[in-house]
C-alpha cells in the first residue's frame, strides 16, 4: 500500500494542497475555518438542513464526463474530495466581481430574510442549473427539498427559481451587473399609470441572463490527474484516525483484509452522524476512490444490475429510465424504488449516499431496502477469498452470521430482477413530512399470481420503521400462498400481519398504534391497487372496484406550485424618488447570496481564542452528588472547566422578577441544565472534554412532565392571572346549550438556522469587554455581563451585526450563555467563543409553551355565544423567564375577534422540570387562539351550524369593546374577512369539497376559514421607547444606527427607506453598519412586531433634528446636493450628528380591575385554507391558502409580506408537523432536522394568494404603518380546521357523530388515529399503565 503525503483538491478554481490533513476533519470546518471561506454555513451538522450546500465535481476518466452534484459539506469527510473541484458560494459570484444570476435573483425576488439559509439554496439551485440550464418546476422543487428556510415561506425562493425556466427576460442593458450591487429602487416593477394595485414584487426584465459559458471550468489538472495519474492507494494519517483511500477492486480486498473492521465510506451519510451524534469511532477508515466496478451497470438477462458505488441520485436516473426503455410488466420493482427514490432525503443526500452504504447500513427505516427485500435482490460480495451471492433477504437485514457480509467482504453490486407478468410491486410510505423525512412506516409488497388465476402464487411483504431493521413478514406470506386475490384474503392477511409484526407499546420511536395502523393500511392499499390492475387486466373474472373507493390509491402529490399577490401602490403624488411604500429588496440581500453576510461565527479568529463547550444536566431532578472533571482537565489543549463555584457570587441573574442560576450547583431541574463550562484551544478539544465530564447524581422526587401532573403537584409560579367582563355564572342560566371542551397544544422549537453563537473578546485595558452575540437583545446581555464580570455597564460593549433568525429565542438563554462565555474570557484574558450544536442548541433553550386550554360557553341555539368561562395552562418549564408575559398576553389577546359579552379566563403557568420556555413569535397567542377557534368549532357543531356562520355572528361589532375595555374599530377585520371569503371563493369550493367528500371514502377535503385579530404593544410605554443615531458626512454620505435587531425581518431595510424619506437621500448614500450597545445605549428587546415602528420613529425624530438645524443652509442653496450642505454646515460650525427618541405608546394594564389600554393598534386579517387527507395514511397536502390582511400603509410590501408568508408557514408547522417528542424521565429527543420536522418546499400550499386592504386609516405609527412579524403565524391555524374539517368530514361518512377532539399538533398519526375506520378497531391496544411508554406526550 503507497502512500500519499498530500490531499489535493480545487475549492473554486483554486488549488488546495494539504500536507497534514486530519482525516476525522469535514469539509464543513476546512472551508469555514481553514480556507476563511464562510459563505458555507453551519445549520446542523447532520445532513438535515442544507446550510452547508456545495457542489462537488468529479471527472469520469472513463467516460470521459464531469459530474456536478449538490452535497452536504457537514457530512464529506475532506479526505473524500482528493481529485474533486468543490464550489462554494464565494465561488460562483461576488460583489466584488460579478454576481451570478441566481445570487441575484433570490436576493431581488425577496427570497432571503435572515439569509442564513440563502447560500445553501444558492448552491442547491446554482448546481441544478450546471446540469440543466433550462430545468423544470419538478426539477426545482427537487432540488431544493433538502434546504431550509425558517423565515421566508419558501414561496419567494420558487419564485426566483421560476425565473431559470423561462431563459427569455434578460435586460441586456444592464449586463455589467451594475444593477445587482444597486441599492436604489431596484426590484420595483414598473407601475402603470392609474393602476392603483400592483402584482408584481420585483421586476424580471432588469436580471442578468444565465450564461453558462461564464461558470468555472473544470480544473484541466484534475482531469489530467484522473487520466495519468498512476493507480495507488493513498493514506492519510491523523492523530486518531487514519485513512485509506484504494482505488482498485484489488487494493480495496487488501485494504479489507488488513482491516477487517473498518468501515467502508462511500456517502458517509450513515456513518458521519454515527460518529457526530453517536460518538462511534473508527481508527481506520476504507473509502474507496473511483472503482469502476463499484459503478457498473448491467441490463443482463435476469435484471439489472447496479454497482454498490453509485449514488442513489444515478440509482434514480437509471430506474427513470430503464421503465421507460422496458416493458412495464418488467418494471414493477424499479418504479417502486423510484416512488421512494424521489422522496428519500433531498437531493444533496441522493447524490452523496451509495445504493451499497444504503443496503449494508440496514437503518430500521430503509426506504429501499423493503422493495430490494421482496423484490428477490441478490448482492454480490466479493472477498480475496473470492465471490459469492446472498440474497438480500430477512437473514441479511437481520444479519444472520449465516446470510451477512463476512468483515473482509465489500459488496460489489446488487442485482435487481425484473418483474414478470402477472407480478406486482408496490411501495408505501408514511413520515411525519411528505419529503425530506425518515418515514415512521414503510413498506414493500409483492405479489406474484398464475397466469389469470387471480390465485396467490407468491407474496412478500417488508416493513420498515416497526423494528430494528426491515421486517419481513415471511409467515404471513407463506399462509397466503394458495389464496384468491379477494376480502377474505385480505382480512386474513391484515390478521396474520399484525400478529407476525408485533410492536410493544414501549417499541422505540412511539406512535405505536399508529404504526401499527398503517401496516395494515398499507396492506389494504396493496390489496386495492392489485385489484384494480387485476380488474384492467382480466375485467371478466375480477370484480370491478366501487369509485369512491379508488381514492385509496392515488398519494398526495405536491403540484406544481403558484402564486399571487396583491398590494396597493405607492400614491401617485408621492415623489419619485421616495422610496416608502416600494417594494425594496432587504438590504442584506445579495450578501445574504454571494456568503459576504457576516454572522457571528464566521467572524476570524481573534488570537489565541479559546472555545467553551457546555456540560449539562442528563437528569430531570436530581441532587448533584459529585462532578469529576479529572479526565476532562487531563485531554490536551482543556484550558479550563468551570462550575457554579468559579461563578461564587455571581452565578444568578434577574432578567424580569426571579433570578436564575447561570450554572447549576447543588440540584438540577431539567435535563439540558447548563452545569460545567469546559474551555478548550478548540472547538474540537472542548467537546471532547465536555463527554469526560462526569457527573453522579441522585434522584429526587418529583419529577413534573407534563400540565397534567403539574396540575396534579400543584406546581404553579405565581402569580395567577384572571380577566372577566360582564356575569358569567348568571348567563350560563340563560342560554340554550353548554358546550364543553379542551385542547392541548403541544410546544415548538424556535429552528432559527443560526444557533446560538457568542464571542467574548476582552480587551486590554480598562478591563473592557467587547460582546459579539447573535442576540435581539444587547442592552439585556451587557447587563447581565457586566453583573457577571462586577463591572459597570460602560466597560461592556454588545454589538449584533446581523442575527440569523431569531424568533423569541435569543433573548435570556443568549444572556446566560454570553456571562459565562465573558466570565472565562475574563479570567483567561484570552477571546472565548461558544457556539452550540443544533442539538444542545434545541436541548438547552426550549421554545413555544405547550398549552392546555379548557372551555365551557353557554351558547344559544344560533350560535350566539354568551357566556365563556375559560382555563388557560401553560408549561413554563423550570424556571419563570418571559412566562408570565407570555400568560398575560395570551390572555389578552384569547378573545381573537369575537366578542363575548360574558368572559372569564383564568392562567395558570406550571412549574415543570423541563428546560424553560420563553417568547417565540406571536408570545402566546397563536396557542390562546387556537383555544378559542376550537371552542367556536365544537359550539358549531353543537348548533348544527358552519364554524365561519358562528364566527360571523359572534364577531366584534364594528366599534366594540375589548374584555380588557379597550376601545376598538374592527371596520377593517370584516372587510378582510369579507374579501376573504369572496378572494377564495368560499362557497363554491365549500360546495366542491362537499361533492368531493361525497364521491372518495379514503380521501377527504376540508376547507376552514379563520380571521385574526392581533393587538399589537408592548404593554407599557417603557418597554416601547426606543432611540437612533445619525450621522451625516462631509461628503453628504449618511450613517445610521438604531436600537433595533436586525434578524430577517427587514428592519434595517425599512430604516434606510426612512432616512431617506426623511432627508431625501438615495437609499444607496445611506448605510447601517450594525446595533451596539455603544452607539445606542440602553435599548429594548427587538421582539413584538414594533422594532421598525419604534425604531423609525427615533430616527425619523434624529432626522428632523437634522433637517431642522440644517434648514438655512438648505434654503440658501436649495438646488446644492447633500455633500455642499454637510461641508457648509461644516463651516458654520452646525452639528451633522443627531440622536432622535421616541418614548413608546402609552401602555397599561390593570389586573385588579381587568382594565387597560395596552394596545396601540390590532392588525387584522382572514385566512382560507383548503386541504385534502389521506384517511388510511394521515397525509395531508394543503392545496390552497387564501389571505387579506390589513397592515395599514406599509413601508415596504416585499417585506411585509415576506412576514406574512413566513409566519404563516411557520404558524402551518406549529399545528401540523412540529412535534417535540421527550422520553418519559424528560430527555428531549428531538434534537435536530432529522426528528423535528419544520416546513420545506413541499408543505407549502399548492396555490398562495395574499391580499393586503388598500390602506384606510391614518394613525400615530410610523407613517401609519402596522407591525407584521407575529400575526400571520395564527393563519396557519386555517390549515389545522381545514384538517379538522376533512377528518370531521370521514367521520360523519362512517357514522361518527359525536364530538371531535383534535389537539395539535395535527400530525399524520392524529388525523389517521381520528379517520377511524375497520383498520383501526383491528389492531391490538395496549392497555394504559400495562408498558412504559418510549415518549410521553407534553
Ligand atoms: C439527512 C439524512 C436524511 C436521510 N433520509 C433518508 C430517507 O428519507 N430514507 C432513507 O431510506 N434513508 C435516508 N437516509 C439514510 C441514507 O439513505 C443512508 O445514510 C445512505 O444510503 C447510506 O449510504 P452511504 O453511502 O452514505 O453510506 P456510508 O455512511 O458511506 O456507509 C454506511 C455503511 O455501509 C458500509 N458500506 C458502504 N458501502 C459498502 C460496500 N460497498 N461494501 C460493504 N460495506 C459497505 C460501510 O462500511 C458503513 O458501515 C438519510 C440520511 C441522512 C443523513
Ligand atoms: S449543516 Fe450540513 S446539512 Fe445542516
Ligand atoms: S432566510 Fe431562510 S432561514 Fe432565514
Keep these: 500500500m503507497d502512500g500519499a503525503a498530500e490531499l489535493l483538491f480545487y475549492v473554486n478554481g483554486r488549488k488546495v494542497i494539504e500536507k497534514n490533513v486530519d482525516p476525522e476533519t469535514m469539509l464543513l470546518p476546512y472551508l469555514r475555518k481553514k480556507l476563511r471561506l464562510t459563505g458555507t454555513k453551519y445549520g446542523c451538522g ?69 439569509g442564513f439559509c440563502t447560500p445553501g439554496m444558492v448552491m442547491s439551485m446554482y448546481t441544478l442549473l450546471r446540469n440543466h440550464p433550462d430545468p423544470t418546476l419538478d426539477q426545482l422543487t427537487d432540488a431544493l427539498g433538502g434546504n431550509l428556510c425558517r423565515c421566508t415561506g419558501y414561496r419567494p425562493i420558487i419564485d426566483a427559481c421560476k425565473t431559470f425556466c423561462n431563459t427569455s427576460g434578460c435586460c441586456q442593458s444592464k449586463e455589467n451587473g451594475a444593477c445587482c450591487l444597486n441599492q436604489g429602487i431596484n426590484g420595483s416593477p414598473e407601475v402603470e399609470e392609474g393602476d392603483e394595485t400592483s402584482q408584481k414584487l420585483f421586476s424580471e426584465e432588469e436580471f442578468l441572463p444565465l450564461d453558462p459559458t461564464q461558470e468555472l471550468i473544470f480544473p484541466p489538472e484534475l482531469m489530467t490527474m484522473a487520466e495519468k495519474q498512476p493507480q495507488r492507494t493513498r493514506v492519510f494519517r491523523g492523530d486518531r484516525m487514519t485513512w485509506i483511500s484504494p482505488v482498485t477492486l484489488k487494493e480495496l480486498l487488501e485494504a479489507k483484509v488488513k482491516y477487517p473492521q473498518a468501515p467502508v465510506i462511500m456517502g458517509n451519510t450513515s456513518t458521519g452522524p454515527e460518529v457526530k451524534f453517536k460518538g462511534v469511532f473508527h481508527p481506520v477508515i476504507i473509502s474507496p476512490d473511483r472503482i469502476e466496478e463499484l459503478n457498473v451497470v448491467n441490463y443482463a438477462y435476469n435484471g439489472l444490475t447496479l454497482g454498490a458505488g453509485l449514488s442513489l441520485a444515478q440509482v434514480e436516473d437509471i430506474l427513470a429510465d430503464a421503465v421507460l426503455k422496458l416493458p412495464e410488466e418488467k418494471t414493477q420493482t424499479y418504479q417502486a424504488l423510484l416512488k421512494h427514490l424521489r422522496t428519500l432525503a433531498g437531493s444533496q443526500i441522493r447524490n452523496m449516499a451509495s445504493l451499497g452504504g444504503h443496503i449494508v447500513s440496514r437503518h430500521l427505516d430503509s426506504d429501499l431496502n423493503p422493495i430490494l427485500a421482496v423484490g428477490n435482490c441478490t448482492l454480490n460480495l466479493l472477498s480475496k477469498q473470492g465471490e459469492r451471492q446472498v440474497p438480500l433477504n430477512e437473514q441479511f437485514l437481520r444479519k444472520c452470521p449465516s446470510a451477512d457480509l463476512k468483515p473482509e467482504e465489500i459488496l460489489v453490486s446488487v442485482n435487481i430482477p425484473y418483474s414478470r407478468k402477472w407480478e406486482f410491486v408496490s411501495a408505501f410510505r408514511q413520515a411525519q413530512r411528505q419529503q425530506n423525512a425518515l418515514a415512521i412506516v414503510n413498506s414493500g409488497m409483492r405479489v406474484f399470481f398464475g397466469e389469470g388465476s387471480g390465485i396467490i402464487r407468491e407474496l412478500s411483504i417488508s416493513y420498515g420503521g416497526v423494528g430494528p431493521t ?163 482537565l ?115 422549537e424556535h429552528f432559527y438556522m443560526e444557533t446560538q453563537s457568542v464571542l467574548a473578546v476582552p480587551k486590554r485595558e480598562d478591563q473592557e469587554m467587547d460582546i459579539y452575540v447573535s442576540t435581539q437583545y444587547p442592552r439585556g446581555i451587557q447587563d447581565i455581563v457586566a453583573s457577571v464580570l462586577k463591572l459597570p455597564a460602560n466597560k461592556v460593549m454588545c454589538h449584533v451585526k446581523r442575527v440569523g433568525g431569531a424568533f423569541g429565542g435569543k433573548v435570556f438563554r443568549t444572556g446566560i450563555m454570553a456571562a459565562i462565555a465573558a466570565f472565562a474570557a475574563n479570567k483567561h484574558g484570552r477571546a472565548v467563543r461558544c457556539i452550540l450544536e ?134 377593517n377585520l370584516m372587510q378582510c374577512w369579507k374579501e376573504c371569503m369572496a378572494m377564495s371563493s368560499y362557497s363554491l369550493r365549500k360546495a366542491a369539497v362537499e361533492k368531493f367528500n361525497s364521491e372518495n371514502y379514503w380521501k377527504k377535503k376540508g376547507l376552514a376559514m379563520v380571521p385574526v385579530k392581533y393587538p399589537v404593544g408592548l404593554g407599557s410605554r417603557a418597554a416601547g421607547q426606543a432611540a437612533a443615531l445619525v450621522h451625516i458626512y462631509l461628503d453628504g454620505s449618511v450613517l445610521v444606527t438604531h436600537g433595533g435587531i436586525e434578524m430577517g425581518q427587514g428592519v434595517h431595510t425599512k430604516m434606510i427607506q426612512v432616512v431617506s424619506r426623511e432627508l431625501g437621500v438615495p437609499l444607496s448614500d445611506v448605510h447601517l453598519r450594525g446595533t451596539s450597545t455603544e452607539t445606542v445605549p440602553n435599548a429594548n428587546i427587538s421582539a413584538g412586531s414594533v422594532v421598525a415602528d419604534l425604531n423609525g420613529l427615533a430616527i425619523k425624530d434624529a432626522c428632523q433634528t437634522l433637517l431642522k438645524r440644517l434648514e438655512p443652509i438648505i434654503s440658501k442653496n436649495p438646488r446644492g ?32 380591575t381587568g382594565e387597560g389600554q395596552m394596545f396601540e393598534y390590532f392588525v387584522f386579517g382572514a385566512a382560507c385554507s383548503e386541504v385534502e387527507i389521506d384517511c388510511l395514511t394521515g397525509a395531508h397536502k394543503n392545496i390552497r391558502t387564501d389571505i387579506v390582511m390589513d397592515i395599514g400603509h406599509s413601508i415596504n410590501p416585499a417585506i411585509d409580506i415576506g412576514q406574512i408568508e413566513g409566519a404563516f408557514i411557520q404558524g402551518m408547522g406549529l399545528y401540523t408537523i412540529e412535534e417535540l417528542s421527550y422520553s418519559p424521565q424528560g430527555v428531549l429527543y428531538t434534537r435536530g432536522p432529522d426528528q423535528y420536522k419544520i416546513p420545506t418546499i413541499c408543505d407549502i400550499p399548492t396555490e398562495f394568494h395574499i391580499s393586503l386592504l388598500p390602506p384606510s386609516q391614518t394613525s400615530n405609527t410610523l407613517y401609519s404603518s402596522k407591525g407584521m412579524g407575529e400575526s400571520g403565524i395564527f393563519l396557519g391555524s386555517s390549515v389545522f380546521f381545514a384538517i379538522h ?20 399538533p395535527l400530525t399524520p398519526e392524529k388525523i389517521r388515529m381520528a379517520c377511524e375506520d375497520k383498520f383501526t378497531k383491528m389492531i391490538p391496544r395496549d392497555k394504559p399503565g400495562s408498558y412504559v411508554p418510549w415518549n410521553i406526550p407534553i
Design 634 to 748: 487531563s485531554l490536551p489543549g482543556v484550558v479550563d472547566i468551570m462550575t457554579e463555584e468559579h461563578l461564587e457570587g455571581v452565578n444568578s441573574f434577574r432578567f424580569l422578577t426571579k433570578p436564575e442560576k447561570l450554572l447549576g450547583s447543588e440540584e438540577v431541574f431539567c435535563v439540558g441544565q447548563l452545569v460545567c463550562a469546559v474551555i478548550a484551544e478548540s472547538e474540537v478539544q472542548a467537546r471532547r472534554a465536555a463527554k469526560l465530564v462526569r457527573i453522579v447524581y441522585q434522584d429526587l422526587e418529583p419529577v413534573i412532565l407534563t400540565i397534567e401532573e403539574a396540575i396534579q403537584h400543584n406546581s404553579f409560579f405565581e402569580p395567577e392571572r384572571k380577566l372577566e367582563y360582564g356575569n358569567v355564572d348568571e348567563a350560563f342560566k340563560v342560554v340554550d346549550q353548554i358546550v364543553e371542551g379542551e385542547i392541548h397544544l403541544g410546544g415548538q
Design 470 to 632: 426491515t421486517i419481513c413478514a415471511k409467515n404471513s406470506c407463506q399462509k397466503l400462498i394458495g389464496r384468491p386475490w379477494n376480502e377474505e384474503m385480505l382480512d386474513a392477511a391484515c390478521r396474520l400481519v399484525l400478529e407476525e409484526v408485533f410492536l410493544p407499546g414501549s417499541a422505540p420511536g412511539g406512535k405505536v398504534e399508529f404504526k401499527r395502523t398503517l401496516i395494515i393500511s398499507f396492506l389494504f392499499k396493496f390489496y386495492l391497487g392489485v385489484a384494480q390492475i387485476l380488474k384492467r387486466m382480466d375485467p371478466v373474472h375480477y370484480p370491478s372496484l366501487e369509485d369512491k373507493y379508488e381514492s385509496a390509491l392515488e398519494d398526495l402529490h405536491s403540484r406544481h406550485h403558484w402564486s399571487a399577490v396583491n398590494y396597493q401602490n405607492v400614491d401617485p403624488k408621492q415623489l419619485p424618488q421616495d422610496p416608502i411604500g416600494h417594494p425594496i429588496m432587504h438590504l442584506s440581500g445579495i450578501k445574504h447570496a454571494t456568503g459576504e453576510a457576516i454572522y457571528c461565527d464566521d467572524m476570524p479568529a481573534v488570537d489565541r481564542e479559546l472555545f467553551l463547550a457546555f456540560v449539562t444536566s442528563s437528569r430531570a431532578h436530581a441532587k448533584i452528588v459529585s462532578i469529576d472533571l479529572s479526565e476532562a
Design 46 to 114: 447532520g445532513g438535515g438542513c442544507g446550510a452547508c450546500t456545495v457542489m462537488i465535481s468529479r471527472y469520469n476518466p472513463v467516460t470521459k464526463k464531469i459530474r456536478h452534484y449538490p452535497a452536504n459539506a457537514c457530512l464529506i469527510p475532506v479526505c473524500s474530495v482528493y481529485g474533486a473541484a468543490v464550489t462554494t458560494v464565494e465561488g460562483i459570484g461576488s460583489t466584488k466581481t460579478r454576481i451570478h444570476p441566481v445570487q441575484e435573483r433570490i436576493a431581488k425576488c425577496h427570497g432571503t430574510q435572515c
Design 1285 to 1304: 374539517d376533512a377528518v370531521n368530514a370521514a367521520r360523519r361518512e362512517r357514522g361518527l357523530l359525536g364530538p371531535l377532539k383534535l389537539n395539535s
Design 1121 to 1152: 446636493t447633500w455633500k455642499d450642505w454637510a461641508q457648509a454646515a461644516f463651516h458654520e460650525s452646525i452639528s451633522l450628528s443627531a440622536t432622535g427618541y421616541f418614548r413608546g405608546y402609552e401602555a397599561s394594564m390593570n389586573w385588579e
Design 838 to 971: 443544533r442539538g444542545e442548541d434545541m436541548l438547552i433553550t426550549a421554545g413555544r409553551h405547550p398549552y392546555l386550554g379548557k372551555y365551557k360557553a353557554g351558547v344559544m341555539n344560533d350560535g350566539r355565544i354568551l357566556a365563556l368561562d375559560m382555563e388557560h395552562y401553560s408549561n413554563g418549564g423550570t424556571t419563570l423567564d418571559e412566562s408570565l408575559l407570555v400568560l398575560e398576553m395570551g390572555i389578552l389577546k384569547m378573545e381573537n375577534c369575537y366578542k363575548f359579552p360574558n368572559l372569564r379566563c383564568r392562567g395558570r403557568t406550571c412549574r415543570t422540570n423541563l428546560p424553560s420556555n420563553t417568547a417565540f413569535r406571536g408570545f402566546g397567542f397563536p396557542q390562546t387562539g387556537l383555544i378559542i377557534e376550537s371552542c367556536i368549532t365544537d359550539v358549531a357543531a353543537k348548533c348544527g351550524l358552519p364554524p365561519e356562520k358562528v364566527r360571523m355572528i359572534n364577531m366584534y361589532k364594528e366599534i366594540d369593546q375589548t374584555p380588557y375595555k379597550q376601545e376598538i374599530n374592527t371596520k
